[in-house]
């Protein structure tokens, strides 16, 4: 069991910043890779970036440019710099991890809306 909590989402201007925070708890030994995602109003969640346990990372289109995703593997986080935030940037923005044994995880997510 891997437990998922993220903070750090809230309201913004276009063209302002955000670092979303994702607390893992739990079975964490046995990550394989660990993301972020996202949905819209009235939309599917869509992939957003995922880092894997070797460092490597992977971005959405849409973001490429804009945001970062990190780990910090002592404290157990994951965090996701937003910057350049656009207005179909706003979202719930869930955590995620996929563990070796083919399990996936979800937080409950955290609110970014960006309007001016």
């Known amino acids: 069991q891997v437990q998922l909590v993220e903070s750090g989402g809230g309201l913004v201007q276009p063209g302002g910043s955000l670092r979303l925070s994702c607390a893992a708890s739990?079975?964490?030994?046995?990550?394989?890779?660990m993301g972020w995602y996202r949905q819209a109003p009235g939309k599917e969640r869509e992939f957003v970036a995922f880092?894997?346990?070797?460092?490597?990372?992977n971005y959405a289109d849409s973001v490429k440019g804009r945001f970062t995703i990190s780990r910090d593997n002592a404290k157990n986080m994951l965090y996701l710099q937003m910057n350049s935030l656009k207005p179909e940037d706003t979202a719930v923005y869930y955590c995620?991890?996929?563990?070796?044994?083919?399990?996936?995880?979800w937080g409950k997510g955290t609110l970014v809306t960006v309007s001016s």
């Open positions: 880092i894997t346990s070797s460092d490597s990372t």
């Open positions: 739990g079975s964490i030994f046995s990550i394989n890779r």
């Open positions: 995620n991890v996929l563990l070796v044994s083919g399990f996936v995880y």
